[in-house]
């Protein structure tokens, strides 16, 4: 009896591990995950080497990295890891707190320039700007030194202050992290014309999918401007390290509902065409 259950066991072990275990699996789509902190406060959650195979076991072909302070950002670039891409990006903030003062804080401004002279930053952000406190000078400051140094932004900004953003320099160019949250696909679609260079990012982006289903109105935003959006994992706490995998295979899932150039330009595609030197 003992070898019957052992064997019936091991028939059934075979079946749960088999789709799993085949070699000729195809690799998931590759995803550019454009909204990654890598924190480093003081130290990271996850060491360098998890990190990558994290990034490695979930098909991750590219970052923008960013991180609090800088030092996680620039141990990622300087690592140069082989098969990930890193688009490292100037985090204006040293600290936690300096979310909330960065816009009035002229020390943030030379933290921005002292770092921009390592000579490898793509971008400045994502920093946080709601409503009106996108009017100040040292903002203006900040888009000006972008647009002069050939920067992009990235802005968790409410509608309000992405338009600030736009009017302290018509000529910056935004990647617009959570596209708002809740602004409605039609005001989405309004500022994708408005503005030409504006990228806008999902994580955390509310109503794409219902029960796991692409809404219409969000299918017909993708196919209308397949050039235009970029996902992200947004590990900002410690949970979304421990939900990555989850974060992009829900990606996968609705990707998976669009043409195929339409789901490889929002997966990677754009990135490329945005951030390749
Ligand atoms: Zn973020």
């Known amino acids: 009896m003992p070898c019957r259950r052992t064997g019936w066991l091991a028939a059934l072990l075979l079946i749960v591990t088999a789709p799993t275990a085949r ?10 995950d454009a909204h990654l902190h890598y924190n480093w406060e003081p130290v990271p959650y996850y060491p360098m ?29 300087e690592a140069k890891p082989k098969g990930l891409w ?39 952000g994502e920093f946080h ?10 903002v203006k400051r900040t888009v000006d030194f972008a647009v002069e140094k050939n920067l992009y932004l990235h802005a968790h900004a409410d509608d309000e202050a ?19 949250f809740s602004t409605a696909p039609e005001k989405v679609a309004a500022y994708l014309e408005r503005y030409p260079a504006l990228w806008c990012e999902l994580s955390y982006r509310y109503g794409i999918t219902s029960d796991g289903k692409l809404t219409a109105e969000w299918k017909a935003l993708f196919e ?11 590990t900002w706490i410690n949970e979304r390290w421990d939900s990555y ?3 992009m295979s829900d990606y996968r899932s609705w990707l998976a509902q669009l043409p195929k150039d339409v789901a490889e330009k929002i997966a990677f595609g754009n990135a490329e065409r945005l951030f390749r030197r």
């Open 23 to 32: 070699a000729a699996d195809p690799l998931p789509l590759p995803i550019f």
């Open 49 to 77: 080497e998890k990190v990558l195979a994290l990034f490695r076991q979930q098909n991750i072909m590219g970052i923008l990295a960013t991180s609090r302070p800088n030092d996680g950002t620039r141990a990622l670039y």
């Open 86 to 124: 890193v688009v490292p990006f100037i985090r204006p903030y040293r600290i936690r707190a300096d979310i909330q003062t960065w816009m009035d804080d002229a020390s943030i401004q030379d933290l921005i320039e002292t770092e921009y002279k390592r000579g490898y930053y793509v971008g400045i």
């Open 129 to 138: 700007l709601s409503g009106k406190a996108a009017a100040t000078k040292l």
């Open 162 to 180: 992405l338009e600030i953003l736009f009017a302290h320099n018509p000529k910056a160019r935004i990647v617009w992290a959570h596209t708002g």
């Open 224 to 234: 209308r401007y397949p050039d235009r959006f970029l996902l992200g994992s947004d």
């Open 245 to 247: 995998g989850s974060t």
